[in-house]
């Protein structure tokens, strides 16, 4: 299935420069255990952004939608 997926991130530290907020968005084609995979871990992980994001410090908030896509 095809999902979409908003990431929010404010107060945020990317090579030591600070930025108010950054959204990204983006699609994917994924089954429904990917889905749930991915939620899991986003939900459990204290770091999930900073370990998976290059030059990311510090995340004050975040939030992730996922979102099914018509086709």
């Known amino acids: 299935m095809k999902v979409r997926f ?3 991130m404010d107060d945020v530290i ?3 420069e600070h930025l ?9 084609e994924l089954n ?3 889905v749930l ?5 986003w939900i459990t992980s204290k770091n ?5 994001m290059i030059g990311l ?3 004050g908030e975040s939030s992730l939608t996922i979102e099914p896509v018509d086709a």
């Open 6 to 8: 908003t990431l929010t």
């Open 57 to 59: 410090s510090h995340v």
């Open 32 to 34: 429904q255990e990917e």
């Open 48 to 52: 999930f952004l900073t370990s998976r």
């Open 37 to 41: 995979e991915l939620s899991q871990k």
């Open 14 to 16: 990317v090579n030591e």
């Open 20 to 28: 108010d907020n950054i959204v990204l968005d983006w699609e994917e």
